[in-house]
DNA sequence: CAGAGGTGTTGACACAAATCAAACGCTTAG
DNA sequence: CTAAGCGTTTGATTTGTGTCAACACCTCTG
């Protein structure tokens, strides 16, 4: 894991140019409403695509920020590391989500950002971004709304880290996952999960035993199935019922 | 507290035309190195100042969402509330930051901003702010800035509630007030919190007997000194300790 | 196909923080 | 000046989650 001989290499086979106005899933990373020539700007605008295979960094803490990046397939992790050891996952994304953003503040990405599946992903220059949303008014209010909704999702987190007990935040985490998955027209009650428990548990700020006794006391309560990282729910509402109703 | 009329009733009197040009915290707010010409026009971007007293709402979550507000003097906090009653208090902000973003994903404010003190605000219109930033790249790079630092900001308070227990949770709290109120031209040592001790709990995920005992215990060690309100910090270093040390 | 290593589950126990409760001390209002 | 009320402190006890440990399972590699 540590050995990855450096970050992406990125493959010259892979850097396709990337086609907005191709991509399925422009309703997630484009404002609806652009004219045909506004789409070629951004299909211009977004440098190339890269894979990023399994367990393979796209970026990390420290180095230099230069883009953004739309996931176009795959799944991701991000975090941040302490001195001393300890690490926080801040997010998982999927496609259509965007990466990155935390590195514009400081000229340096702060996180780092890990794919969980061999993943796709477009490459945009942050300059070119910044250029184009002086000329599209309809791009630069979508960039803003992204960034927006990326403070509004940590405001959740910090919500669930703060307040919430061990059952509770896994069922939010579940509950969460199923809801994006939906959005992205897969099963909202059958899915794969792609992180490890530990990663969960640092994400939900819950040892990964206590992770696993959670999954498994939901499974005696008839609420999901779990084989492993597969997993199946069979009772949304009474997932819904343990957030709602816990108040202390 | 819950018998506030309604929100903010801007007064007449109070709603004197801001002047960023003219701003002691300009550094804060806007980027360096704007012509005579380009800070005219932020001038003219924003609205107005308004008073906001002690423990009244800037803005509360479900309102539509306008402008951010940069803080001119005073010092609030957000909040987020679930249906169940429990909040979380997101951030505490101080002279010189921005509030409101959180409302730009969804076009209404998702937390409330509440006035700790007494405290002086500039509205920026955001559709003025959007507007400006097409035309001065400065301001637009100086803004996508402002967003990440707020994202990055937020990782930390991640970090914080997933990693850190109760001690070392209430020293990153003093240390990172301490080095705000630093920047601000304030004694780095000695301050005044604004806020109770039920509210540092809410932002910490503590109880507010925990944070009660946390002080305590930081005084008895000869950290710091507590009285009421009041805080001086005895031995920055010795905080510091406790945060880098403790991995388990 | 076997073995190894990473990943997940489960149990016993320890401990940090929550909860419950009482009292104290500021601050505010009459 | 006094009383009321809120915010804070401190103590006793409970409890949820962490810790430590053993084992099971799955996947990948050779």
Redesign the interface.
């Known amino acids: 894991m540590a050995k990855q001989i450096h970050s992406v290499i990125p493959l010259t086979l892979n850097a396709l140019k990337a086609a907005c106005s191709q991509c399925n899933l422009r309703e997630l990373c484009l404002p609806y409403g652009l004219s045909e020539q506004e789409v070629e700007a951004v299909d211009n605008m977004v440098g190339v695509r890269r894979r990023i295979k399994r367990q393979q960094h796209l970026y990390r803490a420290g180095e230099a920020f230069e883009a953004i990046y739309a996931i176009r397939s795959g799944f991701f992790k991000t975090d ?1 590391l ?7 996952v ?1 997010g998982f994304q999927m496609a259509g989500e965007i990466l990155g ?6 000229e340096a990405h ?2 780092n950002a890990v794919a969980l599946e061999d993943s796709e992903i477009c490459v945009i220059p942050f300059v070119h971004l ?1 250029r184009l ?3 599209i ?1 309809a791009l ?2 979508h960039f ?9 999702r ?6 669930l ?3 919430m007990r061990a059952e509770e935040r896994l069922a939010a985490f579940l509950l969460n996952l199923s809801q994006r998955f939906t959005a992205r027209g897969y099963s909202p009650a059958e899915f794969h999960l792609r992180m490890t428990r530990d990663e969960i548990g ?4 819950l040892k990964l035993e206590t992770v696993s006794r959670a999954f498994s006391r939901f499974q005696d309560e008839g609420f999901i199935s779990v084989q492993q990282k597969h997993i199946r729910i069979l009772n949304i509402a009474g997932l819904k019922t343990l957030l ?5």
């Open positions: 941040v302490l001195e001393d050891g300890r690490d926080q801040t953003m935390d590195g514009i503040s400081g702060t996180c910044e949303s002086r000329e008014q630069q209010h803003h709304k992204v960034m927006s909704r990326e403070i509004v940590d405001h959740g987190v910090m919500m880290l703060g307040t640092s994400y939900l700020g709602t109703h816990q108040a202390s």
